[in-house]
């Protein structure tokens, strides 16, 4: 869409508030789409919700593409939200299940690379389609989402479905084959059922086909045991997963992705070929970082990654909100340090935020929920995700015509700050812990005693 607006804008001949609006309003829908995923995924699977997601991508793509006026257009980009919410709500929950420990952080994390290979791909079709004539060329760079919306229907038919989703629905024996298939060796898998037939309430003893589940079933009385009556342990998870999705993009990682060619240009890039150029940079530095954080996720851990890419965050900001305001006030001079500062910052930015809370924002957030709360409770943080999203996309032309577009950067900055110190405080390790094992890290100055929630922590063998 940054690279698509840049020509929509002149074809459709629309305002600055209404690029906002179609830049936002995918947020907005995704909100939804991912408060609806968390009960549907617990109604028909993880594997069918991602089902579901592509049909409604594919949709939404052929709309867009399609698309001979504004109105059609936002119904399109609408459709695609609910999309998007559905699955990046589902996309890291899945990963998290069908993961072994010592694997899970460079698994999950494959959602969000596969975003930023995503986002690059997108804006170097951009580069390409923006060759083409004005009304055909941004049609194609949003019609052509439509290809990997009907490959992932298709491929991820031939995915196991989780058998942590299987034991909740007592599927016993449909589960220990799929562990079976995901796991190591056959003692791991042994292992893991185990753990995970305790977490889900049944005994670890059972060897029947099927049974039916002692917990209430289908979602059904997880928004009380989140909000209404929660343990101080799904308290303080609920409290961090919620924060770390605040933060994700509360520290401007949509202003600078999806208005890079502004960024750009009002640092003195003036072609619209060389601003798509840039944006491709920011695209392959994107993808590049994540690959680099899937390595070191399951080594150096989540939390040390995340403090020194929020730290990264502070210095990066601060630096493009100088060279920008420094540009701002000469505005009769082509400062040619000013602009290289903007896009050195610009991909550092990207950088640090892309090796640490990128990433790490979905991998923890779809770890540390309890297995009977973990589709819901990672919707809500998914649900925060896209609201910020949709606030900082549909309000920063406005924010940085009021304060400058440095000022924007420095309040971004400032953020960022603030960020570092939630993360250093509230959120702990979970490298190598089970998925069964982890609340236990949030239970603080309490007994860890089995109330219907509390989570048993696992045998050594399965970490």
Request: charged share 15%; proline share 4%; with cysteine.
């Amino acid at each position: 869409m940054s690279g698509a607006m840049i020509f929509i804008k002149e074809d459709l001949k629309i305002s600055d508030v209404q690029v906002e609006i179609l830049a936002g309003i995918l947020n907005i829908c995704a909100l939804v789409g991912s408060l609806a995923a968390g009960r549907t995924s617990d109604y028909i699977g993880r594997r069918y919700t991602i089902v579901l997601a592509s049909i409604i991508f594919l949709i939404g793509a052929v709309l867009m593409g399609y698309a001979p006026n504004y109105a059609i257009l936002m119904t399109g980009r609408c459709t695609a939200g609910v999309g998007v919410g559905f699955a990046l709500m589902i996309a890291p929950v899945y990963s998290a299940e069908i993961s072994s420990p010592s694997t899970r952080g460079f698994l999950t994390s494959l959602p969000e690379l596969c975003i930023s290979f995503g986002i690059l791909l997108g804006y170097t079709s951009n580069y390409l389609f923006g060759k083409l004539t004005l009304r055909l060329g941004w049609r194609m760079m949003l019609g052509v989402a439509a290809v990997p919306s009907l490959a992932l229907a298709v491929g991820i038919l031939k995915m196991p479905e989780s058998p942590r989703w299987l034991v909740l629905e007592g599927r016993l024996k449909e589960a220990k084959k799929t562990l079976l298939l995901i796991s190591n060796s056959e003692e791991e898998a042994e292992s893991r059922f185990h753990d995970i037939k305790i977490a889900a309430g049944i005994d670890p003893d059972c060897f029947e086909e099927v049974v039916k589940t002692p917990n209430i079933h289908h979602g059904q009385g997880v928004w009380k045991d989140l909000f209404i009556r929660p343990t101080p342990a799904v308290r303080r998870i609920l409290i961090a997963a919620i924060g770390i999705h605040f933060f994700e993009h509360a520290t401007g990682i949509e202003a600078v992705v999806l208005y890079s060619p502004r960024i750009f240009h009002k640092a003195g890039v003036i072609s619209k070929n060389k601003l798509l150029l840039a944006t491709v940079g920011v695209g392959l530095t994107k993808t590049t970082f994540i690959l680099i954080a899937t390595v070191f996720l399951d080594k150096v851990g989540r939390r040390r990654l995340l403090l020194t890419s929020t730290a990264g965050l502070v210095v990066s900001l601060s630096g493009l909100g100088f060279a920008l305001t420094m540009v701002e006030l000469n505005p009769g001079e082509r400062l040619v340090w000013a602009l290289c500062l903007s896009i050195i910052f610009t991909y550092l930015y990207v950088a640090f935020f892309s090796i640490g809370l990128g990433p790490i924002t979905w991998v923890y957030s779809s770890e540390i929920f309890p297995l009977r709360l973990r589709a819901q409770g990672a919707s809500i943080g998914v649900a925060v995700n896209r609201l910020m999203n949709a606030i900082v996309s549909m309000s920063f032309i406005s924010i940085y015509k009021a304060i400058t577009i440095g000022g924007a950067f420095f309040m971004f900055a400032g953020v960022s700050l603030v960020a570092w110190w939630f993360f250093f405080f509230l959120l702990p390790e979970t490298k190598g812990k089970s998925l069964e094992e982890i609340e236990i890290l949030f239970t603080k100055n309490t007994r860890h005693e089995n109330q219907g929630l509390e989570i048993q922590p696992t045998t050594s063998n399965s970490v």
